[in-house]
């Protein structure tokens, strides 16, 4: 299904439990709802689930503007709750998602029940630092957008353990327009979210895994600034830990988000 409502083409996808309270699930660069297929069935099961496709990615359309920002994305999916009538909601993010996230908590709170940030990002580290001094100047004029892909996903994903991920995120990626990857990465890398938001008492759980080399510090970081949050490390799991450990994953996610029941339950009318 499509939204116009945001001046472009939003897609959405809704399934689950019609019994169920909302989930809301917000996909990493270059992803698209079929970043959940190892989720999806489980989380029907308990939730009635909204899975939406990011502007620029999957079947969605572009906004048409020279940069993307947390706000202008976390405000759309406001309009489009608004649309669905659906008053509140649980939010599982991932990644690039968990930006969105962290800026949809700061704007809307009363529009969340509780949250999930699947390895997050929220502050400046290395990588950061890397691309923002050279992303533009440099890598972008020196390699081809494949080249500097892969270099970016070994930064990102190192090692064996990542490989699955790796793969998914160079074929996904692969999609996307130059000018589209290029608008959302720098999101992604920018980094500075976390010294504007503002401290938060949603229930939260902040899933990370232990060997997420890049965004550990920062689902570290963000434990302090949600300071009503559990934390759990998946062991023998990286960045993109929703493909390497699924089952693990999905039970974390439902046992939390089943505990945070709302007491008003939310449907489309």
């Not at 359309?61 to 405000?75: F, K, M, Q, V």
């Not at 929703?242 to 988000?257: A, H, L, M, R």
């Amino acid at each position: 299904m499509f939204s116009n409502s945001c001046g472009y083409n939003l897609y959405y996808e809704i399934s689950g439990n019609n019994k169920g309270e909302w989930l809301l699930l917000l996909h990493g660069i270059a992803g698209s709802t079929r970043c959940w297929k190892y989720q999806i069935n489980d989380l029907n099961a308990h939730f009635k689930i909204l899975n939406i496709d990011l502007a620029g990615h999957g079947n969605s359309g572009t906004l048409g503007t020279a940069r993307y920002s947390g706000e202008i994305i976390a405000n759309h999916i406001r309009i489009l709750l608004d649309e669905l009538n659906i008053d509140k909601t649980h939010i599982l993010g991932l990644s690039l998602g968990t930006i969105i996230q962290q800026y949809f908590c700061e704007m809307f709170p009363e529009r969340v029940i509780s949250n999930v940030f699947t390895s997050p990002i929220c502050k400046p580290n290395y990588l950061s630092y890397i691309m923002n001094s050279f992303a533009d100047k440099i890598f972008l004029k020196l390699f081809s957008k494949n080249t500097y892909l892969d270099i970016m996903a070994y930064l990102m994903l190192p090692g064996k353990i990542h490989e699955k991920s790796r793969k998914f995120f160079l074929s996904e990626t692969s999609k996307m327009s130059n000018e589209e990857f290029i608008k959302w990465w720098k999101v992604t890398v920018k980094g500075d979210h976390y010294f504007y938001t503002s401290n938060c008492s949603i229930p939260s759980l902040i899933i990370v895994g232990e060997n997420d080399f890049c965004f550990y510090d920062d689902a570290v970081a963000l434990k302090e600034k949600y300071t009503n949050s559990d934390f759990i490390v998946i062991k023998n799991a990286g960045h993109v830990l929703i493909f390497q450990k699924p089952e693990e994953f999905n039970s974390i996610v439902i046992d939390y988000i089943n505990k945070q029941k709302n007491s008003t339950k939310m449907f489309i009318k």
